[in-house]
């Protein structure tokens, strides 16, 4: 028998490669398995995958050309777009990491990710170029690329220092860039909201990502036939890895929106017979009010998703009523598992109303008191998950990891219950309860109550400071468009339906809900506006 050390060099390196998962490899397979078939549409432009593939290695080529590797800290500033999805899998293809970025943040919160993460590059399109210039100003930033150019000549003079994508994407090569990778490298760092404090950096390996793509495709019974409408940002992880990355994966159709416009969805749903599509909660509000929607034909849509946000009871019933084609899922979880926990399939949505429903594929969920103790079914608690979707922790943050992974579980920060038959109802966030008197009160109770009123639009329940009480609990309201709602009838209609001390304290009336690009509405916006309303009485 031959024992030389020799024959074994580098067999664990081949052994990895044969056996890896990463983002760049999804892509690979489905254009080996379906060249031909349609993958993605943006404004005038159609692609096959064959075509897609072309273009992120050459992409990737391009980036390993300008110096680009493995490890660099790469952030992406843009709507949604095309290049934006060739940028995701080039940077993934040659091992860097992509840091996406809220558009909507402050120039010093995006000055803060920049510094933080040691980000060596930015890629951005035309109208945040110049927010990322200043907000890198000093820092040792590589790699500055403009996405969505079509002629470079029509770059900004003050922009200067920047290249255009497209011009070093231009002839380059189309084979295959295999980089030297493994699945539990980084992929991509999320910056959280930051709603209390700086945003973190949330560490997605290849594995997290790729894992949590397997349980949306299966607990959201995706398929390779499906048409989706990509709207919501992709720089959230919502729309980004439960519906972009499984779609690619499975070799979907998806037709890219720069935006959640009621009335594009709408249109676009009818013009290319859309099959699925996901929405917030606030964003299916919209479309059910919008003058069009009984006007366009949506009898393709057959696979409808929410999440972000919890789907008031009222607009669900309407909302099956009014699509009876469609089947909705409750997908739930958060950026740090990538982002999908659990899962309320189509035949629960009205035996389960309001519930977030069961843990997915690749999760184990269960609840846990103060001392991390599971509590009994039926008993309110904290969400706490094991799973390969998990981050590998917040990046350069040791403490508030072992924080959130104590005990061997990632602590999810809602609050929940679960049932008999191990269906999940989140209760709150535990900064949105909301401490009355000494009681506490889930802000989400109030808001499903107030839905069942007639003439309201949207509602969201939050605490404002009160010297007697605490927190006063206090209702802001958008009441439907030809309709009209005084203060007395949501109290009235609350204390028939409410106890005592949930009655909102207080009632307003505003014409919209401050909302971030995902849907989700800004609390904490509305605790500052409306800090003082107690004072006014």
């Given at each position: 028998?031959?024992?030389?050390?020799?024959?074994?060099?580098?067999?664990?390196?081949?052994?990895?490669?044969?056996?890896?998962?990463?983002?760049?490899?999804?892509?690979?397979?489905?254009?080996?398995?379906?060249?031909?078939?349609?993958?993605?549409?943006?404004?005038?432009?159609?692609?096959?995958?064959?075509?897609?593939?072309?273009?992120?290695?050459?992409?990737?080529?391009?980036?390993?050309?300008?110096?680009?590797?493995?490890?660099?800290?790469?952030?992406?500033?843009?709507?949604?777009?095309?290049?934006?999805?060739?940028?995701?899998?080039?940077?993934?293809?040659?091992?860097?990491?992509?840091?996406?970025?809220?558009?909507?943040?402050?120039?010093?919160?995006?000055?803060?990710?920049?510094?933080?993460?040691?980000?060596?590059?930015?890629?951005?399109?035309?109208?945040?170029?110049?927010?990322?210039?200043?907000?890198?100003?000093?820092?040792?930033?590589?790699?500055?690329?403009?996405?969505?150019?079509?002629?470079?000549?029509?770059?900004?003079?003050?922009?200067?220092?920047?290249?255009?994508?497209?011009?070093?994407?231009?002839?380059?090569?189309?084979?295959?860039?295999?980089?030297?990778?493994?699945?539990?490298?980084?992929?991509?760092?999320?910056?959280?909201?930051?709603?209390?404090?700086?945003?973190?950096?949330?560490?997605?390996?290849?594995?997290?990502?790729?894992?949590?793509?397997?349980?949306?495709?299966?607990?959201?019974?995706?398929?390779?036939?499906?048409?989706?409408?990509?709207?919501?940002?992709?720089?959230?992880?919502?729309?980004?890895?439960?519906?972009?990355?499984?779609?690619?994966?499975?070799?979907?159709?998806?037709?890219?929106?720069?935006?959640?416009?009621?009335?594009?969805?709408?249109?676009?749903?009818?013009?290319?017979?859309?099959?699925?599509?996901?929405?917030?909660?606030?964003?299916?509000?919209?479309?059910?009010r919008h003058p069009e929607f009984d006007m366009r034909d949506l009898s393709t849509l057959e696979k409808c998703y929410y999440g972000a946000a919890i789907m008031p009871m009222e607009i669900l019933k309407e909302l099956s009523v009014r699509l009876p084609n469609a089947r909705f899922w409750n997908f739930y979880g958060q950026t740090e598992v990538a982002p999908?926990?659990?899962?309320?399939?189509?035949?629960?949505?009205?035996?389960?109303?309001?519930?977030?429903?069961?843990?997915?594929?690749?999760?184990?969920?269960?609840?846990?008191?103060?001392?991390?103790?599971?509590?009994?079914?039926?008993?309110?608690?904290?969400?706490?998950?094991?799973?390969?979707?998990?981050?590998?922790?917040?990046?350069?943050?040791?403490?508030?990891?072992?924080?959130?992974?104590?005990?061997?579980?990632?602590?999810?920060?809602?609050?929940?219950?679960?049932?008999?038959?191990?269906?999940?109802?989140?209760?709150?966030?535990?900064?949105?309860?909301?401490?009355?008197?000494?009681?506490?009160?889930?802000?989400?109770?109030?808001?499903?109550?107030?839905?069942?009123?007639?003439?309201?639009?949207?509602?969201?329940?939050?605490?404002?400071?009160?010297?007697?009480?605490?927190?006063?609990?206090?209702?802001?309201?958008?009441?439907?468009?030809?309709?009209?709602?005084?203060?007395?009838?949501?109290?009235?209609?609350?204390?028939?339906?409410?106890?005592?001390?949930?009655?909102?304290?207080?009632?307003?009336?505003?014409?919209?809900?401050?909302?971030?690009?995902?849907?989700?509405?800004?609390?904490?916006?509305?605790?500052?506006?409306?800090?003082?309303?107690?004072?006014?009485?």
């Amino acid at each position: 028998m031959n024992t030389d050390s020799n024959v074994f060099d580098g067999l664990d390196r081949l052994l990895e490669r044969a056996r890896r998962n990463t983002l760049g490899d999804l892509l690979a397979r489905t254009r080996d398995r379906m060249p031909d078939k349609f993958a993605l549409a943006y404004r005038d432009k159609r692609l096959n995958y064959e075509e897609l593939d072309d273009l992120v290695n050459q992409t990737a080529q391009a980036f390993q050309n300008q110096g680009m590797k493995k490890g660099d800290m790469i952030t992406v500033m843009s709507k949604n777009s095309l290049d934006f999805v060739l940028v995701n899998f080039a940077l993934a293809r040659i091992g860097a990491v992509m840091i996406p970025i809220n558009y909507m943040l402050t120039h010093d919160v995006v000055a803060f990710i920049l510094g933080h993460a040691g980000a060596c590059g930015l890629i951005a399109s035309g109208e945040y170029a110049q927010v990322l210039d200043q907000a890198s100003n000093g820092m040792d930033i590589r790699f500055r690329y403009l996405m969505d150019i079509e002629e470079s000549d029509i770059l900004d003079g003050r922009l200067e220092e920047w290249i255009a994508l497209r011009d070093i994407r231009m002839d380059q090569p189309t084979n295959f860039v295999d980089a030297d990778l493994s699945d539990d490298d980084l992929a991509h760092v999320l910056y959280t909201s930051g709603t209390e404090s700086r945003p973190k950096g949330v560490m997605l390996t290849h594995k997290s990502i790729v894992s949590e793509y397997v349980s949306c495709i299966v607990d959201g019974n995706m398929a390779e036939g499906d048409v989706l409408i990509h709207a919501l940002p992709m720089y959230h992880s919502a729309q980004l890895h439960c519906f972009l990355g499984p779609s690619i994966y499975l070799g979907s159709s998806g037709i890219i929106l720069d935006g959640a416009s009621p009335e594009v969805i709408l249109r676009t749903i009818e013009k290319e017979g859309a099959t699925q599509l996901f929405c917030p909660p606030t964003v299916w509000i919209a479309l059910l009010r919008h003058p069009e929607f009984d006007m366009r034909d949506l009898s393709t849509l057959e696979k409808c998703y929410y999440g972000a946000a919890i789907m008031p009871m009222e607009i669900l019933k309407e909302l099956s009523v009014r699509l009876p084609n469609a089947r909705f899922w409750n997908f739930y979880g958060q950026t740090e598992v990538a982002p999908l926990a659990t899962a309320l399939q189509p035949k629960d949505q009205l035996s389960k109303l309001g519930s977030a429903g069961k843990p997915t594929l690749n999760m184990q969920t269960k609840i846990v008191d103060e001392n991390d103790q599971e509590v009994p079914c039926g008993e309110i608690g904290e969400i706490v998950h094991r799973t390969p979707h998990a981050m590998k922790g917040y990046l350069f943050d040791p403490e508030k990891t072992a924080e959130a992974f104590r005990g061997g579980w990632f602590h999810s920060g809602d609050l929940g219950v679960m049932d008999e038959e191990g269906y999940i109802t989140i209760v709150d966030r535990k900064k949105d309860m909301i401490n009355t008197g000494g009681v506490n009160v889930s802000s989400r109770e109030v808001e499903e109550t107030i839905y069942q009123l007639e003439g309201v639009s949207e509602v969201a329940v939050i605490g404002i400071p009160d010297k007697y009480w605490i927190e006063a609990v206090t209702a802001i309201i958008v009441v439907k468009e030809g309709t009209s709602l005084m203060e007395e009838d949501v109290v009235e209609f609350c204390r028939d339906t409410l106890s005592k001390f949930k009655v909102p304290k207080y009632v307003a009336f505003a014409d919209s809900l401050p909302k971030n690009p995902s849907g989700k509405v800004l609390k904490r916006e509305l605790r500052d506006e409306y800090e003082g309303l107690g004072e006014e009485e």
